[in-house]
């Protein structure tokens, strides 16, 4: 009998589909469009298996909207800027670009022997002069359009690596790559004026009907809208031209317990305090060697300086309050300034009680409560409290309501307004490295900033460069940096920032719909294929890199590089989870684990033992695949032993798609197994004879078509591992069938249609094995036949007294009363009854019987 050889098998279809150009993506007004997309990947040099199951998952996708008569797009690039690749460049003495290529170059060979329904014709690369060309134009149109700005900012600054870095680049207030301390330092930045669309970015949320709600409650909690009060306390013994400090706080409710006033170190009146006060400068100089990420401000102590200077309290204008300068205040948030109520904060009771300041309650959480706290008391604002220095007759309210109440006191007394404000900021995308996208704008002594012109375009970045020293090699490039004024034709000076990474991931989706064209997008093209159908990635990208890709949408249609109809790029988003494995591990005199790879441990009876002189190893369970912890599993070596089939059913079916899936070597050799199973079953069904009657023909066709409803409802719904565990059952019914030779050959075929966006491959062979006509990814979805769905007959309980006793078969259209019947004569109801009239029968119709002797 032959055997399955998924080597063989996966090579010839591989080369059957790329000879046909089956997955290439042409624009066809007769067929209804599909964009399916996975989040692109960085070209790290190698694949995981977490890219396995993502690119699997949209996959099937892809392969059954084939199926089901969709013109499909569904593309691949590589998010190829960014700081490791400049790294690499530092630590082996290549070039950015090199090391770069190379990867994507292995990555691509490494992704093939998957059969993934790619059209690698629109392939495209971040760090391609052809696509971050298209970028600089795009900036270009939004700096025209308002939509781009240049202001001065405090960034995080790593001194080490000579760069800002963005917040979660930041690590317990360190560089991520340079472990340097981070530090505050004010440069002129680029910005997107992200933060004029809050509300609408807000609001459109609530369209995104196929979005996990936790990632849309996410983006709405980043966005941050809030109602608040602003305004102003007046000071005492100020410098001139600081009679007030302006402030916002979202609890207003707060302000009769207020004891202390904080301003950020970068705030204007402290800088004027910093020019003529020596212990002032030292102060905001040791604030500024703090990073600016909210994990930083939080975890670091809480440090103030007492500038001397008062306000006065809006209310009691005998009570004067201490200024500070805090080390956990931005200038970027609201308006720079606080007011403190320790008794309601934890940030400000740490800072009260440090410099021993009042700590005064305005709400507790009964009439009785002592107002002596000995912590913060910070209940939730939909929680019912009791004012004891509220802006309310009512004393008992929400914090909500007392919010509500003290804006609605202030406003009448002439303290402040009520203001909305949101917690997005604009986006700043300057970074000072080389491997990036050039920023296209000439400095010029005469006529300032000047945009590049278009034909200009793209502004390459320059291959000879050093990385022998820290910071940016484009400010020592003078060849590449000084230019002439695009304006007036002065020696300038070249933009020697380039653009945050997330900018070249904020658009790839609208590219790829016109991957080599000479302008961003082509409108027929966006049109036609616009918007992404189905999104799929990791939920660490929910906020980022989801809100950039939004507002960039949104700006490109103000622009007119994409319909109105696109504000909203990604029409359904699926956040699978994580590929997962035990970790080895074996300990080491200096108390630190020493880590081994899977293919160096046995396992027996429950245990680990390296096979290299059999000590056992401590098993860790499972935890995402991390190269540092060696307990990754590389997809190649899985190919390699059971093929690309087994790797991509694996991944579907031991998990649902949105939780994490543990890998285990059992688990795939189960999966190879089944597979051999199915080419073994087609092996024998080729083989019967083709004349000989069966017994069991409507049952195995009944079984088939409820199999086909199953599996496309698991499909449709990302119940993948449902799915696949209805074509294990399936594959039960049809070995065990006795059918004949034309049923048993419509359901092996059936079969390998519904397990064809699983294991491409093996279906392939199935179907030509059984004489399928042309290729079975051209075939049409398998449809349920209705009236095959519908048992002839159906199973009853019958319940005596309360209790299950027992069960019958009766016509799945019986009257009740024809129910009835059947019920009293079984030998179950009858034994009870014992010759007496049942007190009553109820008969609930297809679903059950009830006796009551």
Known sequence: MPRYTPAEIEARWQAAWTENEVFKAVRDADKPKYYVLEMFPYPSGRIHMGHVRNYTMGDVIARYKIATGHNVLHPMGWDAFGMPAENAAMAIGGHPADWTYSNIADMKEQMKPLGLSIDWSRELATCHPGYYGQQQALFLDFLEAGLVYRKNAIVNWDPVDMTVLANEQVEAGRGWRSGALVERRELTQWFFKISDYSEELLEALDSLDNWPAKVKLMQANWIGKSRGLQFAFSTVDAPDGHEKIEVYTTRPDTLLGASFVGISPDHPLAKVLERDNEDVAAFVADCRKGGTTEEAIETAEKLGFDTGIRVRHPFDTAHELPVYIANFILMDYGTGAIFGCPAHDERDFEFATKYGLPIISTYLPSEDADEELTEAYVPPKTDKVFYNRGFAGDQWQTGLEGIDAAITFCEANGVGQGVTKFRLRDWGLSRQRYWGCPIPVVHCDGCGVVPEKKENLPVELPYDVSFDVPGNPLDRHPTWRDCACPACGADAKRETDTMDTFVDSSWYFARFTAPRADTPTIAEDAAYWMNVDQYIGGVEHAILHLLYARFFARAMQITGHLPKSAQEPFDALFTQGMVTHAIYQTPTQDGRPTYHYPEEVDLRDGKAFLRDGGAEVEVVPSAKMSKSKNNVVDPLNIISNYGADTARWFVLSDSPPERDVEWTAAGAEAAFKHLT??????????????????????????????????????????????????????????????????????????????????????????????????????????????????????????????????????????SKEEVEKIALAHEAVIRTLDGAAPKKVIVVPGRIVNVVA
């Open 677 to 814: 199973r199915v080419w073994n079953l087609c092996d024998r069904i080729g083989n019967m004879d083709k004349n000989a009657a069966g017994d069991g023909d409507e049952d195995l066709l009944r079984a088939m078509h409820k199999t086909i409803h199953d599996v496309t409802m698991g499909v449709e719904s990302f119940g993948f591992n449902a799915a696949i565990a209805k074509l294990y059952a399936f594959t039960a019914t049809l070995q065990k069938s006795k059918a004949s030779h034309g049923a048993q050959r419509e359901a092996i075929m059936t079969l390998a249609q519904l397990m064809s966006p699983m294991t491409p491959h093996l279906a392939e062979d199935i179907w030509a094995h059984q004489g399928g006509e042309g290729l079975i990814v051209h075939a049409p979805w398998p449809q349920a036949d209705e009236a095959m769905l519908k048992d002839d007959t159906i199973t009853m309980p019958i319940q005596i007294n309360g209790k299950r006793r027992a069960e019958i078969q009766v016509a799945a259209e019986a």
